[in-house]
């Protein structure tokens, strides 16, 4: 079965950084689409950052650019994600998503089957 297994959420304050990761088992990473989505309370779960494997096509969303990056470890089989210059706004519940390559996948809930428990960060002094 495949399983997603988040880590690296907590509280930090505004400007620092964090890196989130997510150990995939039972799904191959290095030929895969992945993605790390966030919702906080009140609001849609909404696309991050994805990586489209059939090209390598990167996705983020205008609110994080510059300030996160997606990567994976094929090694390791794990997704990270790197958050620099944290903000208020970037408080949510993170999740990494996992499928298999797709011409078409961009970075929306609904094009990824599988998904990670989620793991909270909290920006704030």
């Known amino acids: 079965q495949v399983q997603l297994v988040e880590s690296g959420g907590g509280l930090v304050q505004p400007g620092g950084s964090l890196i989130l990761s997510c150990a995939a088992s039972?799904?191959?990473?290095?030929?895969?689409?992945i993605g790390w989505f966030r919702q906080a309370p009140g609001k849609e779960r909404e696309g991050v950052s994805c990586i489209r494997s059939v090209d390598g096509v990167t996705y983020y969303a205008d609110s994080v650019k510059g300030r996160f990056t997606i990567s994976r470890d094929n090694a390791k089989n794990t997704v990270y994600l790197q958050m620099n210059s944290l903000k208020p706004e970037d408080t949510a519940a993170y999740y990494c998503?996992?499928?298999?390559?797709?011409?078409?996948?961009?970075?929306?809930?609904?094009?990824?089957?599988?998904w990670g428990q989620g793991t909270q960060v909290t920006v704030s002094s």
């Open positions: 998503a996992i499928d298999r390559p797709s011409y078409g996948r961009s970075c929306r809930q609904g094009e990824y089957d599988y």
């Open positions: 039972g799904f191959r990473l290095d030929y895969s689409d």
